[in-house]
């Protein structure tokens, strides 16, 4: 009898093990890895042997605000706001096919890596009209059609060798998580399933601008850190993660201690000495101990002049994020974030952004 139960309890553990086996991704190939304030794809630095105008680019993550990728309004009365202007309906899935058809185009110019989030960006402004774009259901799990999505932008990511900044919650959409467990259900379940399909490109940054207008208080950037610290040890220290702060504003000593590498916004920063301004102040704040400092949002430009952003992030060493915002009534061919979106390189300002990069990556 003890030997019966004995094949029994090995039958049911070797089948959970294979099944934890075959649900892991046998053919990745992408890790992004840091080693003191540099990235590595590979473990080969990025832009290996890169300079750009007497300034070191190798070691940099170059990245544009893609947060849309999986994009989908779950509300009937809202959804048409979203609709395609050819087909007069939305789409989800053709949004997510449209975004990977793109993606080597964008990595031909020497981008590496791009922001895509689980509860998207705003769409038109920073209001919520009621939409609903969340991979998170209102207890915190995982809503399988946007998984469907994400799993194949990871895996053409992963195939490009390029690298993603997973954003886990959004301000207006956190709101619909119906309390803080939910919070820590939702965290925990997209931890878990990153783990066991194995992806090793995904750099987390637990929320968008957390000084933002967050309902739970755990998304604030007073209690932030206790997530990074939560995904930090569900992984064993295994993924890489942080937060990021709104556009002009300078990292918390909480936040600092415990993350991986430092997200920061450019927003609102006009003066090309703004951009350096802020990561002085960044590296002079308790914490700072050399991680990378990336810019992953600036809607900045003048890629002709003299001085502009993009450049003064570089001559401080930092990493440098393009967010092309579209105003309304520009048109559908502008912008990464105004649903609907052509995910192409097809406006001036977009054709202007990527023809810099690859002149400054060398790709």
Request: net charge negative; charged share 25%; proline share 3%.
């Amino acid at each position: 009898m003890r030997l019966n139960k004995f094949k029994i309890v090995l039958f049911v553990f070797t089948t959970v093990f294979f099944n934890l086996i075959v649900l892991a991704q046998p053919n990745l190939k992408t890790k992004v890895s840091i080693k003191d304030n540099q990235f590595y794809i590979n473990e080969e630095l990025t832009y290996k042997g890169r300079f750009w105008e007497g300034n070191k680019i190798e070691g940099l993550l170059m990245n544009s605000r893609m947060v849309q990728g999986i994009f989908d309004d779950l509300n009937p009365e809202t959804v048409d706001v979203f609709k395609y202007p050819d087909t007069q309906k939305w789409d989800a899935n053709r949004n997510t096919n449209e975004f990977i058809a793109n993606m080597a185009e964008w990595h031909k110019h020497g981008l590496l890596a791009f922001s895509l989030n689980l509860q998207g960006g705003g769409p038109f402004g920073y209001k919520n009209h009621n939409w609903i774009n969340s991979t998170f259901d209102e207890k915190g799990n995982l809503r399988p059609e946007y998984m469907a999505r994400l799993e194949k932008v990871l895996n053409k990511a992963d195939d490009l060798g390029m690298v993603v900044i997973l954003g886990y919650f959004y301000f207006r959409q956190d709101e619909d998580l119906e309390d803080e467990s939910a919070v820590l259900n939702a965290t925990d379940n997209i931890t878990a399933w990153i783990l066991q399909k194995g992806y090793k490109n995904i750099l987390i940054e637990i929320n968008n601008e957390c000084n933002g207008p967050y309902d739970h208080t755990i998304l604030t950037q007073s209690r932030v850190h206790e997530l990074i610290q939560r995904v930090k040890k569900m992984s064993n220290n295994k993924l890489l993660v942080t937060t990021s702060y709104g556009g002009g504003i300078i990292p918390q000593e909480n936040v600092l201690k415990v993350s991986d590498f430092i997200l920061i916004h450019g927003n609102g920063v006009h003066e090309p000495s703004g951009i350096t301004n802020m990561v002085e102040k960044a590296k002079n704040v308790a914490g700072f101990s050399n991680q990378p400092i990336l810019f992953t949002e600036d809607d900045h430009f003048d890629f002709d002049a003299d001085q502009y952003n993009f450049k003064a992030a570089i001559e401080s060493y930092a990493s440098w994020g393009y967010f092309d915002f579209r105003l309304d009534g520009e048109g559908f061919e502008d912008g990464y974030q105004s649903v609907p979106i052509d995910w192409g390189i097809n406006s001036p300002r977009k054709k202007a952004f990527f023809k810099k990069l690859k002149e400054i990556t060398g790709f």
